[in-house]
């Protein structure tokens, strides 16, 4: 069901708020043994909320437009009173004493928030291994990664252990989830949503957005937390446009670029490129022109992110050393090495690579050749889509070159996880845009995902197509089924 069949349930009577997070909280405690999506669940709070929304709904009240819908939260969300631990040892027992402003956004609008998602540690990784409660699994296979770092947030949402939920995206963290899961999930525009609140992994490429079961969902969840923050400075003020009156809107006479570098990489799967060659063929259908584009640049985006996000992440984890909060090791002798020993412990091995890798790319004799050259390149990416964006009204390419992978397969191979983000990561690197909705699916049943890029700050134009394939490809008929066998 939709939000627009949820609202037209609980106003008329047919189901209560409380009934609605009652039956999550069942499923959760059904499925998420085996599917480890949640690292905190907020049932008390979720049903007293429930019943508030309840007895308003009963009063004949207005209520905002997610009024009793249950919306899972990614764990490195600060919520006031409720743990955020980012997935890692060292914020174990960090419970923040403010909300952020998207999860304010959200609660404002009569969002119930069921609980906090696994994620990889620091949202650095792209299977959701990385974390330190333990890995999250793929609801339609259990022996497959969720994606990352968002797994959690989106293998909840596939499992249908929540009806929404947000998650963060960095260079891909949530697009490629909602591939690897079957789901929608969306990028805004870098400065459409705050990140006041958002523990930060790299501050120049970090996005907030929606995970949902339909593009009119996501449409509603970007439309609640979009728009300037007096907190962040990098929010633009500008006006949110209504999402939901764009989406029935007709493609016909649209644009749309195939991004010809995405489908000549020798690591893009066969299924995949066949899958969404069809998904354009079925766009042109709709009306829509399709136009072959060339970003030379794009497969360049990959080297260039992993130096600037550890560069980054490398001073915005420098706060953590056991001073001020978080964890601290208990046996240090001295200052330096109670820092050392805290992080040494701390932090998983994913987090202290990247940490190294971004310390060395911004150290003395080395800054001007790894991560000036780096942030020159991002410049030469955002262009050739400015480029791009000159001939088309949206770009076309795969989400990831592969379904999900294994479990294990690639967390001893740092390059080939790295290469799961291949696709995703000049959007971010740009600041753009960027949606994943499901296309089809492999010879094996896991699902594949579409990946559209608008230009900056036309996510309307972006949710429109995408409403209007959604329609047209049916791919929801196919749920996972939840025995979870091997």
Known sequence: MTFADLRQKLKSGEVSSKELVQ???NRIKELDPTLNS??????????SNAEHIDKKIAAGDNLPPLSGIPIGIKDNLCTKGIKTTCASKILDNFVPPYESTVTKRLLNAGAIMIGKTNM???AMGSSTETSAFGPTLNPWNIS???????GGSAASVAAGLCYGSLGSDTGGSIRQPASFCGVVGMKPTYGRVSRWGLIAFASSLDQVGPFANNVSDAAEILQVISGKDEFDSTTVDIPVPNYLETLSKSIKGMKIGLIENCFDHEGLATDVKESVICSASLLENLGAEIVNVSCPRFNDGIATYYVIAPSEASANLARYDGVKYGFRSGDEQSLIEMTSKSRALGFGSEVKRRILIGTYALS???????YKKAQQVRTLIRRDFDDAFKKVDVLLAPTAPTTAFGSGDNIDNPMAMYLS?????????AGLPAISLPCGFDKSGLPIGLQLIGN???EGKLLQVANQFEKAAEVYKNRPKTDFTL
């Open 421 to 429: 983000d291949l696709l995703t990561i000049p959007a971010n690197l």
């Open 144 to 150: 497959k990664v969720p994606g990352g770092s968002s």
């Open 38 to 47: 949640f690292l905190t669940v907020n049932s008390d709070k979720a049903l």
């Open 364 to 370: 003395a004799g080395y800054v001007d050749a790894y």
């Open 23 to 25: 039956e999550k909280i």
């Open 456 to 458: 900056v700050f036309e």
């Open 120 to 122: 990889d540690e620091f």
